[in-house]
């Protein structure tokens, strides 16, 4: 995906189920890899990883939840959609098309 694609890329209007189902099959885990964030097991289910924004850090997958903190430099966000828009600086529907186009990948692969 280039840069030109998503600015010519329509606006889908997404509804909360849709919303909720893309969410769903997309583990944080694996949507902070393809973010480039590197993370690794802590064992007890959790993950730790490289803060995009304040590196060498203590970053903090917590993947049940879903959710994650920076205990860094305090960035944080209740499930994958709030990482996709930080780490990737995109509008919430822009973000949920993201992780929609990612498993459309992922499906054709
Ligand atoms: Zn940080």
């Given amino acids: 995906m280039t840069?030109?694609?998503w600015e010519t890329t329509s606006f889908p209007q997404y509804t909360d189920q849709q919303e909720a189902e893309i969410i769903?099959?997309?583990?944080i885990v694996d949507v902070a890899r393809d973010l480039g964030i590197t993370v690794a097991d802590r064992g007890d289910g959790n993950f730790t990883g490289v803060c995009p924004w304040c590196q060498p850090s203590d970053f903090v997958i917590y993947s049940d939840e879903g959710n994650w903190i920076c205990y860094g430099c305090s960035e944080s966000g209740r499930d994958v959609l709030i990482?996709?828009?930080k780490?990737?600086?995109l509008w919430?529907?822009?973000a949920i098309q993201w992780l929609e186009q990612r498993l459309n990948r992922q499906a054709s692969q």
């Avoid at 769903?24 to 583990?27: E, I, K, L, N």
């Fill in 3 to 5: 840069d030109n694609e």
């Fill in 24 to 27: 769903r099959r997309s583990p």
């Fill in 83 to 85: 990482l996709v828009c």
């Fill in 87 to 89: 780490v990737r600086e």
């Fill in 92 to 94: 919430r529907a822009d």
